[in-house]
C-alpha cells in the first residue's frame, strides 16, 4: 500500500483509517456531499444521525446532529456496503446543504467521530488498491474532471469505463500467451526436431502483436493530444497583428491592439479549443532592436516562449514583408525546423488588386504558409485546419484519453517487440526472445498497473482532487 496515499504506520497498512472529505466544490450552492470510506463509515453515519442502522442503496432523510444533540444540518444519507461501492469499502455519503460554514462544521464533527483527512486521491487509490478499478480507470477520472473540451470528456469517459483498459489487456493476453509458446519451445523440444524459432509461428504472432502495439500507440498519440493540448506561440515584428489574431481565435479582446508599435510588452496567455484540439496560445512583444528596458524584458520573454513552444506561428505583414524566410531568420536567428513553423501572412485585406491573387495556403520553401486577415476573418478556416494538421491532431471517432506515460510505456513495448524480432529471425536466440517478451509485457502492465512503482502512484494520485 502506498504510505505516502495513506499512513506510514504498520496499523494503517493493515486496517486503512476511515477517511472523510467534503466531494463537492466549496461554496455557495444548493447541495454539499461529504464522503466517508473505511470501516467506521457506518458507524459514524449512525452516530451522527442517531439512527440504529441504514440500508444499503436506499437514501434516507436525516438530521445531522452535534455532540450535544443540536441539529447541525439535515439532508439524505447514502450507505454503499463494501465491496459494493467505489473505493470497495464501506462508503457514506451525506448530502446535506451547500455551504462553507454548514459543510465545515458537519465534516468536523465526523472527524470528532473517529474519521480522518482523506488526501488527495486517496478515494481513487483506494479503489485501485481494492481492484475496483486499474490505474487507467482511476487516470481517467482525473482527466474527465479536468476536461477543455467535449472531444476530452467523452474520451476519457471511454477510458474510465475501461475500453482503454480492455485494449491494453486484450494485448497483454496474446503478448502472455506469444511468451508461454516460445519457453514452451525452448524448454521442451518437438521430438520430431522441428525447429520452433524457424516454422514460422512465433514470426506471425509476433509481427500481429507489433502490428496491435502501433495501432493502440497511435490512438494514444491522438489521446495525449486531446488531453494535454498543444502549446502554440505567436511571434512577428511590432504591428504585424499578432495581438489581433489572438483576440480573433480567442473570440474575445483578449489582448490589447492599437498602431502603436511595442504595445505588447509582455505575454498574453490564453486557452482555446479549435476542432476539439486544446490549444495553449501565448502573443509575444514584437521582435525588433529597442532601448526600451521594459520592451526589452517583453522581447527576452518572447524568445523564452517560442524556445518551449510546440509550434511556432511567425505573423508577418503580406505588404510588408515579402520574404517570410528570410524574416524567420533575422527574428530567430536560426530558422525552426519546418514541422514547428508555421507562416502566418495577416492584413491581406491590405493588398492591391495585383497582390491579392495569392492564395489562402501554399508552401514556401518547404515552409507551410496561410494567408489570413484578421480585419475579415478571411483564411481562419484553412488556418485552424492547417494548424490542427502541423501538429497531427486527427482524433478517431473512438480517441481514448492517454497521457505521456502510456506514450512512454507503448513505446517501450514496441522497441522490446522489434528486440524480440531481430533475435528470433537474424539470430535464432530463442531465451533471448523470451527475455525480450518479458521485457515488453512488464511495460505494457505499467499502463494497467500490473507493474507500478509506488512513487509513480504517488505521482498520480496526488495530483486529484482532495475529494477523489
Given at each position: 500500500m502506498l504510505n505516502s496515499i495513506t499512513s506510514d504506520s504498520v496499523d494503517t497498512v493493515i486496517a486503512p483509517a476511515t477517511i472523510a472529505a467534503i466531494a463537492t466544490p466549496i461554496g455557495r450552492g444548493g447541495v454539499g456531499i461529504i464522503r466517508i470510506s473505511g470501516s467506521k463509515a457506518l458507524d459514524i453515519a449512525c452516530q451522527l444521525t442517531a439512527k440504529t442502522t441504514f440500508v444499503a442503496r436506499q437514501a434516507t432523510f436525516c438530521r445531522f446532529l452535534a455532540a450535544d444533540g443540536t441539529v447541525l444540518d439535515e439532508g439524505v444519507?447514502?450507505?454503499?456496503?463494501?465491496?459494493?461501492?467505489?473505493?470497495?469499502?464501506?462508503?457514506?455519503?451525506?448530502?446535506?446543504?451547500?455551504?462553507?460554514?454548514?459543510?465545515?462544521?458537519?465534516?468536523?464533527?465526523?472527524?470528532?467521530?473517529?474519521?480522518?483527512?482523506?488526501?488527495?486521491?486517496?478515494?481513487?487509490?483506494?479503489?485501485?488498491?481494492?481492484?475496483?478499478?486499474d490505474l487507467l480507470q482511476a487516470e481517467a477520472i482525473a482527466d474527465a474532471i479536468d476536461a477543455t473540451s467535449v472531444a476530452a470528456a467523452n474520451s476519457a469517459m471511454r477510458s474510465l469505463t475501461g475500453e482503454f483498459s480492455l485494449r491494453i489487456n486484450g494485448l497483454l493476453e496474446a503478448l502472455i500467451q506469444l511468451r508461454l509458446y516460445v519457453e514452451a519451445s525452448i524448454d521442451f523440444p518437438d521430438e520430431d526436431d522441428v525447429d520452433f524459432l524457424s516454422d514460422g509461428v512465433i514470426q506471425s504472432k509476433l509481427?500481429?502483436?507489433?502490428?496491435?502495439?502501433?495501432?493502440?500507440?497511435?490512438?494514444?498519440?491522438?489521446?495525449?493530444?486531446l488531453r494535454d493540448g498543444v502549446h502554440v506561440v505567436?511571434?512577428?515584428?511590432?504591428?504585424?497583428?499578432?495581438?489581433?489574431?489572438?483576440?480573433c481565435l480567442?473570440?474575445?479582446?483578449?489582448?490589447?491592439v492599437t498602431e502603436v508599435a511595442g504595445t505588447t510588452r509582455d505575454t498574453v496567455q490564453e486557452s482555446i479549443v479549435l476542432n476539439g484540439l486544446s490549444i495553449h496560445l501565448t502573443d509575444t512583444a514584437?521582435?525588433?532592436?529597442?532601448?526600451?528596458?521594459?520592451?526589452?524584458?517583453?522581447?527576452?520573454?518572447?524568445?523564452?516562449?517560442?524556445?518551449?513552444?510546440?509550434?511556432?506561428?511567425?505573423?508577418?505583414?503580406?505588404?510588408?514583408?515579402?520574404?517570410?524566410?528570410?524574416?524567420?531568420?533575422?527574428?530567430?536567428?536560426?530558422?525552426?525546423?519546418?514541422?514547428?513553423?508555421?507562416?502566418?501572412?495577416?492584413?491581406r485585406d491590405l493588398l492591391t488588386p495585383a497582390q491579392s491573387s495569392i492564395v489562402d495556403q501554399q508552401t514556401v520553401q518547404g515552409f507551410d504558409q496561410v494567408n489570413v486577415s484578421c480585419a475579415t476573418?478571411?483564411?481562419?478556416?484553412?488556418?485552424?485546419?492547417?494548424?490542427?494538421?502541423?501538429?497531427?491532431?486527427?482524433?478517431?471517432?473512438?480517441?481514448?484519453?492517454?497521457?505521456?506515460?502510456?506514450?512512454?510505456?507503448?513505446?517501450?513495448?514496441?522497441?522490446?517487440?522489434?528486440?524480440?524480432?531481430?533475435?528470433l529471425i537474424e539470430y535464432q536466440a530463442g531465451e533471448l526472445v523470451a527475455e525480450s517478451l518479458r521485457l515488453a509485457q512488464h511495460s505494457l502492465g505499467e499502463i494497467t498497473g500490473e507493474f507500478y512503482a509506488d512513487d509513480l502512484l504517488g505521482r498520480i494520485f496526488g495530483s486529484f482532487c482532495i475529494g477523489k
Open positions: 444519507v447514502l450507505y454503499f456496503k463494501a465491496p459494493h461501492s467505489f473505493t470497495g469499502e464501506d462508503v457514506i455519503e451525506l448530502q446535506g446543504h451547500g455551504g462553507v460554514i454548514l459543510q465545515n462544521q458537519l465534516l468536523a464533527r465526523v472527524f470528532e467521530l473517529g474519521a480522518k483527512q482523506a488526501q488527495a486521491g486517496e478515494f481513487s487509490y483506494r479503489a485501485f488498491d481494492n481492484d475496483k478499478l509481427e500481429q502483436i507489433q502490428a496491435q502495439v502501433a495501432t493502440i500507440l497511435a490512438t494514444a498519440q491522438q489521446g495525449q493530444l505567436l511571434a512577428g515584428r511590432p504591428n504585424a497583428g499578432k495581438s489581433s489574431l489572438l483576440n480567442a473570440g474575445q479582446e483578449r489582448a490589447i514584437g521582435l525588433r532592436e529597442t532601448d526600451d528596458a521594459v520592451e526589452l524584458i517583453g522581447i527576452d520573454r518572447a524568445h523564452s516562449a517560442i524556445a518551449q513552444a510546440d509550434l511556432l506561428l511567425l505573423v508577418y505583414d503580406l505588404s510588408q514583408d515579402p520574404d517570410p524566410i528570410r524574416l524567420a531568420t533575422e527574428l530567430f536567428k536560426v530558422t525552426p525546423d519546418a514541422k514547428r513553423l508555421l507562416l502566418i501572412g495577416n492584413k476573418k478571411q483564411g481562419f478556416d484553412t488556418l485552424v485546419s492547417l494548424l490542427c494538421e502541423k501538429v497531427g491532431f486527427h482524433p478517431p471517432e473512438n480517441s481514448l484519453i492517454a497521457r505521456t506515460r502510456h506514450i512512454d510505456a507503448l513505446k517501450r513495448t514496441q522497441q522490446h517487440l522489434a528486440d524480440a524480432w531481430v533475435q
